[in-house]
C-alpha cells in the first residue's frame, strides 16, 4: 500500500496494485489509481482522477474535476461537504452543482455518497449506490424514468428502469417517475412522491409525508403521523394506519384513517412539498367520496357530492358539506356535526336518527345517537336541541336559540339576539355579539365573557349588562360569572355566586350569601358583602372588603389592602407590601411577607407567621417586628414558623407559640400562654399568671424561667400514672408512663423568693420560702412520689405524709410519721431517723448531721 501526497504544483501521480491512497493537494493534479481499492483526493483545482481496476473512492475536492471509476464498482464521495450538491451519474457534460460538485464529469462510476446536507443524487440507469450522507432531507430522484420503478429507502435493491439493483441509503426523499412506481419508505421521516402514473406508496414508521399525483394511486401513512395526499384524480384509496394522520383527496376517493386521532378531508386546501417541489390544491370535490375515521378523534371533512363519513371509535368530528351526506358518528361518546358555513337557517334535534332540514344540512342523516352531540349551526337563525348527554352547541351568526337538555353542556350563541337554557346540569353559555337571553337552569351554571376584550358589566340578578358581547344580556340561574380582558363590573346575585375578573382592573360585588371572587390580573377592587366569602386579590394591588361573616382575604401579589369587617376573618396578604385589617372579631392574618402592617381591632387577633422557615422576632409591646419590618397592632397572638423565632409579648393577655426550631418566648406582663413547640427553647414568664404548654416531647430540653407563684407548667400528655421528679438543679424528669424510664427532661427555675414542688393536682407549682420560724405540720395528700428542689431549698412532702420542723434531738424522737413520705426540716444534728421518716433537709448555715434508716431516704444538706 502506498500513500503519496503531490505538492503545490501540477502534479501527476500514479499508485500500485495495492490499496493506495493518493492526494494531489492543490493544482491540477492527473491521478492514476492503477490497481487495488484505492482512495484519490484531487484537493483544489481542476483534478482528472482515474481510479483503474478495482472498488475505488474518488474525491475530486473543489474545482471542475473529471472522475473515471475504471473498473469495478466505484463510488464518488462528497462526504466532506456541509453545503448541499445535486449529483448527476449520467451527466458527462458537467452540470452538477453545490460546493465540491460543481462542473464535475464522472465517467464508469456507480455510487454517489452526499455530505451533512440535504443533497439530490441521481443515478445513471447503471447498478447505483446512492446514500445520502448525514443531511435531514436527502433527494433520491427517478423523475425522468417513464417505464416504472420499485425503490426502497430500506436499503433492499431496486427493481425495474433507473433504479435496477439501485442501494438507498441515508436518504429521506424518493422521487419516482411518470410510470406505475411502487415506492418504500424506512424508518424515519420520509417524503415519497409518484409523479404521474398509478403509483403504491406506503411510508412505514415514521411522520411521511405521501403524494400520489395525477393518476389512481394507493397510499399508506403506516407507523408515525403521516400527511397522506391522493392528488388529483379518481377512484384511489388512502390508508393512514397508526398515528395521527391527515389525508387528503380532490377527486372521488376512499379514506380509512386507521389508529389515531386522523383528518380525513374532501373540501379543503393542501399544501405539499418535497425537495424542491411545491404544489397547492383546492380541494372542493363534487364525487362522492367514502371516508372512515377508525380509532381515535377523528375530524371527517365531506366534499360536494353525497358523502359518507363515519367515524368509528372515538369522539369524531363530521362535516358532511353539500350533498345527501350519511353522516355516522360511530362508537365515541362526543361527536360533533358541524354546519358552521351554512347561510340559512337549520333545525337539528338529536333524539336517535332524525333529518336534519335547512342549508347545508337539508337531506343529512345523523346517526349520533343519543349523548354527547356537536352542532354547529351557521349563520342562519338555528334551533339547536342537544337532548341528553354533554352536548356543544354553536349558534354562529344568526338569532339563535339553544336549548342543552340534560348534561354539562356548553352553549354559544356567536352573533344575534340569542337564547340560550342550559337545562339540568353544569352548563358554560357564552351569549356572543347581541342582547341574549342566558337561563343556566339547574345545576352550578357558567356564563364566561373571556373572550371579550372590552370592558364590560353583568349582572347576576337579572339586570341587562352593558359593553362588549355583555351588551342587553340578561342572566337567570347563573352561579358563575367570568370577565374579560378590560376593566370589568361583576355584580352577584342574593345567592353563592363566585366572580372571576380575568384580565383588566376589575371590581366585583358578591352582595348576600357565601362568595367567592376572584380579581385576577390587574388592580382589582373585590367586595364580599354579606356572608362567608373567599376573596383572592391574585395579581396586582388590589382592595378587598369582606364585610360581614367569617371571610377569608387573600391578596396574592402586590401591594393590597385587606379589611375582614364583622366576623372571624382569615387574612393572608400575600407577597407584597400590605396592609391588613381584621376589624371586629376573632381574626387570623396569615404573613407571609415582609413590610406588613396588621390591624387586629377588636377580639382575639392572631398573627400566623407559620409558614415561615426563616426566624421571625416580633415585639407586641412596641407593635413591630424588627426583622420583617411588620406592624403588629392589637395583635393577642403570634404563631411562629420553624426558624429560631424571639417572640415578646404586651400587657395583654397573650398566647405565644414558637413553633419548631429553638424560640425565646418572653411573656411580660398579662396572663400569657408561651408554647415553644419542638427543640430546645427558652420561656421566661412575665408578671401575670402564665401557663407553659406543650407536650413532654415539645417541652424536653427547654429552660423556662421566672416561674411564679400563679404560674403553670401544662404537659398535656400527662397520664395518671405519670411522675415528676424535681432535681436541686432545676431539672425536672418526665416519667410519662410511670415504668421507670425518663421520657423528656426541661428545666424551671422559680422566681426569686420560692422554690419548686409537685402539687397535689400532679403539677410543678411554685412554693414560697419558709420562714425562719417553725412552722406547724400541714398534711398535703398526693401520690408517694419523690420530689425535691433546687439545692439550698426546703423541699415539702405529699401524699399521706407528714412535714414537719425538728430543733432538737428530743423532738425527732417524738415524731412519728405514720404513713406517707414524710420530711422532717432540722437546723442541728440529728440521730437515726425514725423507720417512718424517709426524707430530712437540714436548715441554716451550721454544720449539720443526721443517720440515714433503711427506708428510701433523700438527704438534702445546708450551706454549712
Same mark, same amino acid.
Not at 474525491?59 to 471509476?69: K, W
Not at 421521516?189 to 398509478?198: E, P
Not at 393518476?215 to 377512484?235: A, E, R, W
Not at 358581547?469 to 360569572?481: P, Q, R, Y
Given at each position: 500500500?502506498?500513500?503519496?501526497?503531490?505538492?503545490?504544483?501540477?502534479?501527476?501521480?500514479?499508485?500500485?496494485?495495492?490499496?493506495?491512497?493518493?492526494?494531489?493537494?492543490? +493544482?491540477?493534479?492527473?491521478?492514476?489509481?492503477?490497481?487495488?481499492?484505492?482512495?484519490?483526493?484531487?484537493?483544489?483545482?481542476?483534478?482528472?482522477?482515474?481510479?483503474?481496476? %478495482?472498488?475505488?473512492?474518488?474525491?475530486?475536492?473543489?474545482?471542475?474535476?473529471?472522475?473515471?471509476?475504471?473498473?469495478?464498482?466505484?463510488?464518488? $464521495?462528497?462526504?466532506?461537504?456541509?453545503?448541499?450538491?445535486?449529483?448527476?451519474?449520467?451527466?458527462?457534460?458537467?452540470? =452538477?452543482?453545490?460546493?465540491?460538485?460543481?462542473?464535475?464529469?464522472?465517467?464508469?462510476?456507480?455510487?454517489?455518497?452526499?455530505?451533512?446536507?440535504?443533497?439530490?443524487?441521481?443515478?445513471?440507469?447503471?447498478?447505483?449506490?446512492?446514500?445520502?450522507?448525514?443531511?435531514?432531507?436527502?433527494?433520491? =430522484?427517478?423523475?425522468?424514468?417513464?417505464?416504472?420503478?420499485?425503490?426502497?429507502?430500506?436499503?433492499?435493491?431496486?427493481?425495474?428502469?433507473?433504479?435496477?439493483?439501485?442501494?438507498?441509503?441515508?436518504?429521506?426523499?424518493?422521487?419516482?417517475?411518470?410510470?406505475?412506481?411502487?415506492?418504500?419508505?424506512?424508518?424515519?421521516?420520509?417524503?415519497?412522491?409518484?409523479?404521474?402514473?398509478?403509483?403504491?406508496?406506503?411510508?412505514?414508521?415514521?411522520?411521511?409525508?405521501?403524494?400520489?399525483?395525477?393518476?389512481?394511486?394507493?397510499?399508506?401513512?403506516?407507523?408515525?403521523?403521516?400527511?397522506?395526499?391522493?392528488?388529483?384524480?379518481?377512484?384511489?384509496?388512502?390508508?393512514? @394506519?397508526?398515528?395521527?394522520?391527515?389525508?387528503?383527496?380532490?377527486?372521488?376517493?376512499?379514506?380509512?384513517?386507521?389508529?389515531?386521532?386522523?383528518?380525513?378531508?374532501?373540501?379543503?386546501?393542501?399544501?405539499?412539498?418535497?425537495?424542491?417541489?411545491?404544489?397547492?390544491?383546492?380541494?372542493?370535490?363534487?364525487?362522492? $367520496?367514502?371516508?372512515?375515521?377508525?380509532?381515535?378523534?377523528?375530524?371527517?371533512?365531506?366534499?360536494?357530492?353525497?358523502?359518507?363519513?363515519? @367515524? @368509528?371509535?372515538?369522539? %369524531?368530528?363530521?362535516?358532511?358539506?353539500?350533498?345527501?351526506?350519511?353522516?355516522?358518528?360511530?362508537?365515541?361518546?362526543?361527536?360533533?356535526? $358541524?354546519?358552521?358555513? %351554512?347561510?340559512?337557517?337549520?333545525?337539528?334535534?338529536?333524539?336517535?336518527?332524525?333529518?336534519?332540514?335547512? +342549508?347545508?344540512?337539508?337531506? /343529512?342523516?345523523?346517526?349520533?345517537?343519543?349523548?354527547?352531540?356537536?352542532?354547529?349551526?351557521?349563520?342562519?337563525?338555528?334551533?339547536?336541541?342537544?337532548?341528553?348527554?354533554?352536548?356543544?352547541?354553536?349558534?354562529?351568526?344568526?338569532?339563535?336559540?339553544?336549548?342543552?337538555?340534560?348534561?354539562?353542556?356548553?352553549?354559544?350563541?356567536?352573533?344575534?339576539?340569542?337564547?340560550?337554557?342550559?337545562?339540568?346540569?353544569?352548563?358554560?353559555?357564552?351569549?356572543?355579539?347581541?342582547?341574549?337571553?342566558?337561563?343556566?337552569?339547574?345545576?352550578?351554571?357558567?356564563?364566561?365573557?373571556?373572550?371579550?376584550?372590552?370592558?364590560?358589566?353583568?349582572?347576576?340578578?337579572?339586570?341587562?349588562?352593558?359593553?362588549?358581547?355583555?351588551?342587553?344580556?340578561?342572566?337567570?340561574?347563573?352561579?358563575?360569572?367570568?370577565?374579560?380582558?378590560?376593566?370589568?363590573?361583576?355584580?352577584?346575585?342574593?345567592?353563592? /355566586?363566585?366572580?372571576?375578573?380575568?384580565?383588566?382592573?376589575?371590581?366585583?360585588?358578591?352582595?348576600?350569601?357565601?362568595?367567592?371572587?376572584?380579581?385576577?390580573?390587574?388592580?382589582?377592587?373585590?367586595?364580599?358583602?354579606?356572608?362567608?366569602? &373567599?376573596?383572592?386579590?391574585?395579581?396586582?394591588?388590589?382592595?378587598?372588603?369582606?364585610?360581614?361573616?367569617?371571610?377569608?382575604?387573600?391578596?396574592?401579589?402586590?401591594?393590597?389592602?385587606?379589611?375582614?369587617?364583622?366576623?372571624?376573618?382569615?387574612?393572608?396578604?400575600?407577597?407584597?407590601?400590605?396592609?391588613?385589617?381584621?376589624?371586629?372579631?376573632?381574626?387570623?392574618?396569615?404573613?407571609?411577607?415582609?413590610?406588613?402592617?396588621?390591624?387586629?381591632?377588636?377580639?382575639?387577633?392572631?398573627?400566623?407567621?407559620?409558614?415561615?422557615?426563616?426566624?421571625?422576632?416580633?415585639?407586641?409591646?412596641?407593635?413591630?417586628?424588627?426583622?420583617?419590618?411588620?406592624?403588629?397592632?392589637?395583635?393577642?397572638?403570634?404563631?411562629? +414558623?420553624?426558624?429560631? %423565632?424571639?417572640?415578646?409579648?404586651?400587657?395583654?393577655?397573650?398566647?405565644?407559640?414558637?413553633?419548631?426550631?429553638?424560640?425565646?418566648?418572653?411573656?411580660?406582663?398579662?396572663?400569657?400562654?408561651?408554647?415553644?413547640?419542638?427543640?430546645?427553647?427558652?420561656?421566661?414568664?412575665?408578671?401575670?399568671?402564665?401557663?407553659?404548654?406543650?407536650?413532654?416531647?415539645?417541652?424536653?430540653? /427547654?429552660?423556662?424561667?421566672?416561674?411564679?407563684?400563679?404560674?403553670?407548667?401544662?404537659?398535656?400528655?400527662?397520664?395518671?400514672?405519670?411522675?415528676?421528679?424535681?432535681?436541686?438543679?432545676?431539672?425536672?424528669?418526665?416519667?410519662?408512663?410511670?415504668?421507670?424510664?425518663?421520657?423528656?427532661?426541661?428545666?424551671?427555675?422559680?422566681?426569686?423568693?420560692?422554690?419548686?414542688?409537685?402539687?397535689?393536682?400532679?403539677?410543678?407549682?411554685?412554693? &414560697?420560702?419558709?420562714?425562719?420560724?417553725?412552722?406547724?405540720?400541714?398534711?398535703?395528700?398526693?401520690?408517694?412520689?419523690?420530689?425535691?428542689?433546687?439545692?439550698?431549698?426546703?423541699?415539702?412532702?405529699?401524699?399521706?405524709?407528714?412535714?414537719?420542723?425538728?430543733?432538737?434531738?428530743?423532738?425527732?424522737?417524738?415524731?412519728?410519721?405514720?404513713?406517707?413520705?414524710?420530711?422532717?426540716?432540722?437546723?442541728?444534728?440529728?440521730?437515726?431517723?425514725?423507720?417512718?421518716?424517709?426524707?430530712?433537709?437540714?436548715?441554716?448555715?451550721?454544720?449539720? $448531721?443526721?443517720?440515714?434508716?433503711?427506708?428510701?431516704?433523700?438527704?438534702?444538706?445546708?450551706?454549712?
Amino acid at each position: 500500500m502506498a500513500n503519496i501526497n503531490g505538492g503545490n504544483g501540477d502534479d501527476v501521480l500514479t499508485g500500485t496494485a495495492d490499496a493506495d491512497l493518493i492526494r494531489g493537494l492543490p +493544482g491540477k493534479d492527473w491521478i492514476d489509481g492503477a490497481g487495488g481499492n484505492d482512495l484519490l483526493s484531487g484537493g483544489i483545482g481542476e483534478d482528472l482522477l482515474s481510479g483503474g481496476a %478495482d472498488e475505488d473512492t474518488l474525491l475530486g475536492g473543489a474545482g471542475t474535476d473529471t472522475l473515471d471509476g475504471g473498473a469495478g464498482f466505484d463510488m464518488a $464521495s462528497y462526504a466532506a461537504e456541509a453545503t448541499a450538491v445535486t449529483v448527476f451519474l449520467d451527466a458527462g457534460d458537467g452540470t =452538477s452543482s453545490g460546493a465540491a460538485a460543481v462542473g464535475d464529469v464522472f465517467q464508469n462510476v456507480e455510487g454517489l455518497i452526499g455530505g451533512s446536507a440535504d443533497d439530490s443524487l441521481v443515478g445513471d440507469g447503471n447498478d447505483n449506490s446512492l446514500d445520502g450522507g448525514g443531511g435531514d432531507a436527502d433527494v433520491a =430522484s427517478y423523475a425522468d424514468d417513464t417505464g416504472g420503478v420499485t425503490a426502497y429507502l430500506d436499503g433492499r435493491a431496486g427493481v425495474g428502469g433507473e433504479a435496477q439493483d439501485d442501494t438507498l441509503s441515508n436518504i429521506e426523499v424518493l422521487i419516482g417517475g411518470t410510470g406505475a412506481d411502487h415506492l418504500t419508505g424506512d424508518g424515519n421521516n420520509n417524503t415519497l412522491d409518484g409523479g404521474a402514473g398509478t403509483d403504491l406508496l406506503s411510508g412505514g414508521a415514521g411522520d411521511d409525508s405521501l403524494y400520489g399525483g395525477a393518476s389512481i394511486d394507493t397510499l399508506y401513512g403506516g407507523g408515525g403521523d403521516d400527511t397522506v395526499d391522493g392528488g388529483s384524480s379518481h377512484d384511489e384509496a388512502l390508508y393512514g @394506519g397508526d398515528g395521527d394522520d391527515y389525508l387528503i383527496d380532490e377527486g372521488r376517493s376512499r379514506m380509512w384513517g386507521g389508529a389515531g386521532n386522523d383528518t380525513l378531508d374532501m373540501g379543503g386546501i393542501a399544501t405539499f412539498a418535497s425537495g424542491s417541489l411545491t404544489g397547492s390544491y383546492a380541494l372542493n370535490a363534487l364525487w362522492s $367520496s367514502q371516508l372512515y375515521g377508525g380509532d381515535g378523534d377523528d375530524s371527517l371533512i365531506g366534499g360536494s357530492g353525497d358523502d359518507t363519513l363515519s @367515524g @368509528g371509535g372515538g369522539n %369524531d368530528t363530521l362535516y358532511g358539506g353539500l350533498g345527501s351526506d350519511l353522516l355516522d358518528g360511530g362508537g365515541g361518546t362526543a361527536d360533533f356535526v $358541524s354546519y358552521a358555513d %351554512d347561510t340559512s337557517g337549520i333545525t337539528i334535534v338529536v333524539d336517535g336518527a332524525t333529518a336534519a332540514i335547512g +342549508g347545508d344540512a337539508n337531506g /343529512d342523516t345523523l346517526a349520533g345517537g343519543l349523548g354527547a352531540d356537536r352542532m354547529d349551526g351557521g349563520s342562519g337563525a338555528d334551533i339547536l336541541s342537544g337532548g341528553d348527554g354533554a352536548d356543544t352547541l354553536v349558534g354562529d351568526l344568526g338569532d339563535d336559540t339553544l336549548v342543552g337538555g340534560l348534561g354539562a353542556d356548553r352553549l354559544d350563541g356567536g352573533s344575534g339576539a340569542d337564547i340560550l337554557s342550559g337545562g339540568a346540569g353544569d352548563d358554560t353559555l357564552a351569549g356572543g355579539l347581541g342582547a341574549d337571553l342566558l337561563d343556566g337552569g339547574t345545576g352550578t351554571d357558567v356564563v364566561s365573557y373571556a373572550a371579550d376584550v372590552v370592558g364590560i358589566t353583568a349582572y347576576l340578578d337579572g339586570r341587562a349588562g352593558s359593553g362588549g358581547e355583555a351588551e342587553g344580556d340578561t342572566l337567570n340561574a347563573i352561579e358563575v360569572l367570568i370577565g374579560g380582558s378590560g376593566d370589568d363590573s361583576l355584580v352577584g346575585a342574593d345567592s353563592d /355566586d363566585t366572580l372571576s375578573g380575568g384580565l383588566g382592573n376589575d371590581t366585583l360585588v358578591g352582595g348576600l350569601g357565601a362568595d367567592s371572587l376572584n380579581g385576577g390580573s390587574g388592580a382589582d377592587i373585590l367586595s364580599g358583602g354579606d356572608g362567608d366569602d &373567599a376573596l383572592a386579590g391574585d395579581l396586582g394591588d388590589d382592595t378587598l372588603d369582606g364585610g360581614l361573616g367569617a371571610d377569608r382575604l387573600d391578596g396574592g401579589s402586590g401591594a393590597d389592602i385587606l379589611s375582614g369587617g364583622d366576623g372571624d376573618d382569615t387574612l393572608a396578604g400575600g407577597d407584597g407590601t400590605d396592609i391588613l385589617s381584621g376589624g371586629q372579631g376573632a381574626d387570623v392574618f396569615v404573613v407571609t411577607g415582609d413590610g406588613d402592617t396588621l390591624y387586629g381591632g377588636d377580639g382575639h387577633d392572631i398573627a400566623n407567621y407559620s409558614a415561615q422557615v426563616s426566624a421571625v422576632s416580633i415585639r407586641l409591646s412596641t407593635e413591630t417586628s424588627p426583622i420583617s419590618g411588620d406592624v403588629l397592632i392589637d395583635i393577642e397572638e403570634v404563631i411562629a +414558623g420553624a426558624g429560631d %423565632d424571639t417572640l415578646e409579648g404586651d400587657s395583654n393577655a397573650n398566647i405565644l407559640s414558637g413553633g419548631a426550631g429553638a424560640d425565646s418566648l418572653i411573656a411580660v406582663a398579662g396572663d400569657d400562654t408561651l408554647i415553644g413547640g419542638l427543640d430546645a427553647d427558652s420561656l421566661v414568664g412575665g408578671t401575670g399568671n402564665d401557663v407553659f404548654q406543650g407536650t413532654a416531647a415539645e417541652l424536653n430540653t /427547654d429552660y423556662i424561667f421566672d416561674f411564679g407563684p400563679a404560674d403553670r407548667l401544662d404537659i398535656t400528655d400527662l397520664q395518671s400514672n405519670s411522675i415528676l421528679t424535681l432535681s436541686g438543679d432545676g431539672r425536672v424528669d418526665i416519667d410519662l408512663n410511670g415504668d421507670g424510664v425518663v421520657d423528656s427532661t426541661l428545666h424551671v427555675f422559680a422566681q426569686t423568693g420560692g422554690f419548686l414542688v409537685v402539687d397535689d393536682l400532679g403539677e410543678i407549682a411554685y412554693q &414560697a420560702d419558709l420562714p425562719d420560724e417553725p412552722a406547724p405540720p400541714a398534711p398535703s395528700p398526693a401520690p408517694d412520689n419523690t420530689q425535691s428542689g433546687p439545692e439550698g431549698l426546703g423541699v415539702q412532702g405529699v401524699g399521706a405524709g407528714v412535714d414537719t420542723q425538728i430543733e432538737t434531738e428530743s423532738d425527732l424522737t417524738a415524731f412519728d410519721g405514720g404513713l406517707g413520705i414524710d420530711t422532717v426540716y432540722t437546723s442541728v444534728s440529728l440521730g437515726a431517723l425514725p423507720s417512718n421518716v424517709e426524707n430530712v433537709v437540714t436548715t441554716g448555715d451550721q454544720p449539720t $448531721s443526721a443517720f440515714l434508716n433503711e427506708l428510701d431516704n433523700l438527704a438534702i444538706g445546708n450551706e454549712g
